[in-house]
């Protein structure tokens, strides 16, 4: 607005080009440059207005500017993994290998100037270079994860990542060994592979697990162990039956690890033995496979989720398969006190006498 004799409040001009001149809500007076009278006298209010109701300072917001500039993705995942070392220690080598990926990608660019659209084109470059849409939609969580803490810290304003969609997984159904598999392929491993090849079977430890397990969790008087390394991070526990029980007390202690000889190449090497004993599509994996489906035979859906160590049902329904003897063996349990047997559940819950 002009000031009585005609010279608008905030407003001067240096060597014919218009400038503002106002303060911040801190004190701080600044100084613009406008351009024609009609830019100057536009932006002289815009800056009023943001003081107001935004206590906006214009030396914070061009030191912001700055700090962006300079904080590379590089500097931000070096303390990102800082922070893993410190809050999820025992899924470090899963953090590295996704860090290192996505660094690849976005190592040298300024984290404010990565996009959705850059991460879009990051996930799709993934994808069409062979990996499952499962291995992506983990590298965008800890991608999403990243730029969370990164905004939590202070380095940006924007999740690029969250408006993104996560990759539809195609989930494979389980491939359980039959016991004639089972016979054939371990009947032609040597002992050493074939010991760790019983204790997953009869453990359901996936392969790194196995790797890297060690001695000092294993309770060989309780029939226990807990698992150095889950894929979860969390604390799991693992009942041993007779056969896991057996594997290790036949096993030397020359090291701190239950099976320190398990070779880098184990899962390539376990399709070898397959293939050798004259079978297809069976890989280390399978072995956890069929654990679990074993299980269905006697365990309730319950437990077999403990067991198998899922966070969701959904995941153990891949292993239930309900045919008509289940269903019937089902109803035909509520009539069995007709012939003086308790009355329980199928699922080994509280069981009640009939009266």
Known sequence: MARAGGKDRGLFQKNGVWWVRWTCSYG?????????KSVARQLYQQRKTAVRYDNF?????????QRDRLQT????????????????????????????????????????????????KYLKSRLEGGSKPATVNRSRAVLSHMFTMASKW???????????????????????????EERRVFAIMPQSRREIAVFAINTGMRLGEL??????DVDMDAGVLTVTLPKSGKHEVIPLNSAALSVLASAERSSELVFPHIPRSMSTVFVRYVKLAGLEGITFHCLRDTFISRLAVSASPATM?????HRN???????????????????????????????????GTEVLEAV
């Open 57 to 65: 300072c214009l030396s914070a917001a061009r030191a912001k500017v």
């Open 73 to 120: 993705f590089n500097s931000m995942a070096e303390r990102y993994m800082e922070w893993a070392v410190e809050h999820c220690p025992r899924s470090l080598r899963f953090y590295r290998t996704i860090v290192r990926q996505v660094t690849a990608e976005f190592g040298a660019r300024p984290m404010g100037e990565i996009t959705t659209q850059d991460v879009e």
């Open 154 to 180: 202070g380095l940006v304003e924007h999740n690029p990542v969250s408006d993104t969609e996560a990759r539809k997984e195609n989930n494979i159904a389980p491939r359980p060994l039959t016991e004639e």
């Open 313 to 347: 049902f959904r995941t153990t329904q891949r292993y239930l398969k309900l045919d008509d003897n289940h269903l019937r063996q089902a109803v035909e349990s509520i009539v069995s006190a007709q012939n003086g047997a308790p009355i329980g559940t199928l699922s």
């Open 211 to 216: 790797r890297a397990q060690r001695w000092s």
């Open 28 to 36: 701080h007076e600044h100084r613009e440059r406008g351009g024609s």
């Open 305 to 309: 989720m403990a067991l198998a160590r």
